[in-house]
């Protein structure tokens, strides 16, 4: 260490070295991001504009929405500009507020797809009490408590990474953004108990939350099954079918990434569960909430027809 330098900023080596095929990732990365904004954006002004949409599932939802935008405005615009500039660096600072926001966004939207599985299981399964139970006032304060909870769980980790020391001249990080894996073999130091206290809290954030969703959803199943007319219970499904659907998708590639070991992961097949996990998922969540879910399509075409109509006042 007396002959290393500290370092002042990381180089992310990103998806490819290949030219053309930067280009065409750099193409697809750009209309995605464009298609997860209009598309979480368009969940949140329809969930706050349609009256049909006031209840306490798209209330949820729309903090999922506005988690997502946060989530991959994140990684994404760094990516895209250093594909851009075929620069591959990125600050210091800039690296370690990334990476903190990527956790603290992640784990509250896990703990906002759970609250969404309980206010499922109240609905289905004790609809009589469930205007009481989920009233306006409780839905505010879960909301508030999966803020505060995801904040909470990443801070302490971040607290002591942050003050892990960085020696030159290794900076180079097998990565496309300053995820915690990579980045922690750079640093000078044991890092051990913060390998362990980054997993124990994987574990619970991802495996905690995973598992009120399982429980709520075997009850809710079990409810559906009872139903005696076949379609009431498409039609019960059919209202938790886009919730199931973005939890699996959110949680596989996640436990992938991180609830193994560090040592037992290859940094490649990460990079693929990241884009997975970062890119992708934000993208279907406004689609399949939309192509899935009846309330949602038929409140799209109510404010559309409106739109139109105001459109041909004006004119």
């Known amino acids: 260490m007396a002959n290393s330098t500290t370092v002042r900023e990381f180089i992310l080596l990103g998806l490819t070295n290949n030219h053309q095929l930067t280009v065409g990732l750099f193409l697809i990365l750009l209309g995605i991001y464009l298609l997860t904004l209009i598309g979480n954006m368009l969940i949140i002004i329809i969930t706050l504009v349609n009256a049909q949409l006031y209840s306490p599932m798209y209330f949820f939802l729309r903090h999922v929405a506005w988690v997502e935008i946060g989530y991959v405005s994140t990684i994404i615009p760094k990516t895209l500009a250093n594909m851009a500039t075929g620069s591959k660096s990125i600050s210091l600072a800039g690296c370690f507020t990334q990476m903190f926001l990527h956790f603290v966004l992640g784990t509250t939207e896990f703990l906002l797809l759970a609250t969404m599985s309980v206010d499922r299981y109240i609905a289905i399964c004790n609809p009589l009490h469930y205007p009481t139970i989920m009233n306006e006032e409780i839905c505010s304060l879960l909301v508030l408590c999966c803020w505060i909870g995801g904040l909470s769980l990443i801070l302490v980790p971040s607290i002591l990474f942050f003050q892990m020391p960085f020696c030159g001249p290794n900076n180079i990080v097998n990565h496309f953004f300053c995820d915690n894996g990579p ?5 000078c130091v044991d890092t051990g108990l913060l390998e362990l206290i980054n997993f124990v809290i994987a574990i619970f ?6 598992i009120i969703n399982v429980v709520s959803y075997i009850k809710i199943i079990s409810t559906i099954l009872r139903i005696p007319s076949t379609t009431g219970r498409k039609k019960t499904f059919s209202t938790c079918a886009s919730h199931i659907s973005v939890v699996s998708i959110t949680y596989i590639s996640c436990i992938f990434m991180y609830i193994r070991p560090q040592g ?3 940094l490649e097949f990460n990079k693929i569960m990241a884009l997975l996990n970062t890119v992708m998922a934000p993208l279907l969540i406004p689609f399949i909430y939309c192509l899935r879910n009846k309330q949602v399509q038929d409140a ?3 404010e559309l027809r409106r739109w139109v109509v105001f459109c041909k006042k004006l004119r």
């Open 205 to 210: 954030s991802l495996l905690g939350t995973l």
């Open 264 to 266: 037992s992961s290859k």
């Open 183 to 187: 980045l922690i073999k750079l640093s």
């Open 300 to 302: 799209l075409r109510t």
